[in-house]
């Protein structure tokens, strides 16, 4: 999938390549995937520190192999969507189940716990968009899982 971002969305990015324009293209292959916890990966496409800047979101690229979650947690000021791109799941929001699929879209307001799995025959892959953009100090694990 290619995030196309125009300068009617985000009026300055710095590009991939380090020149400044309007307008830029990113695939996520062109991105390197991090792994945060065994299990998953993550593209930071969008962000402070990513290949495209912003200062005010982040869109990152979760893969969940079958059967992995993430524990509970929430951010502390960022309201967060989640853009089902791949595959089946469930997100927790506040305890209670909700199953999600391809297609779907999940909106996390600050201080809304939460937690995500993939379903155990399904990856789940997911765009999270958080707005302002992801930082850690932002971020915190419960330690539910």
Sequence with gaps: M???????LIPVLTAFSGISAHAQTLT??????VTPS?????????GRNAPLSSNRLSVALFTLKPGIAYP???NKTAEEFFLIHEGHGTVWLKGVPHAVKAGDIVRLLAGSR????AAPD??????AL???PFQPSDYVQTGKP
């Design 2 to 8: 290619k995030i196309l971002v125009s300068v009617v």
């Design 28 to 33: 996520a292959a062109q991105v390197p995937a």
């Design 38 to 46: 065994a299990g998953s990966s993550l593209k930071e496409l969008v």
């Design 72 to 74: 509970e947690s929430y």
């Design 114 to 117: 939460h937690r995500i799995a």
């Design 122 to 127: 399904s990856i789940l892959s997911f765009y």
């Design 130 to 132: 958080t707005a302002p």
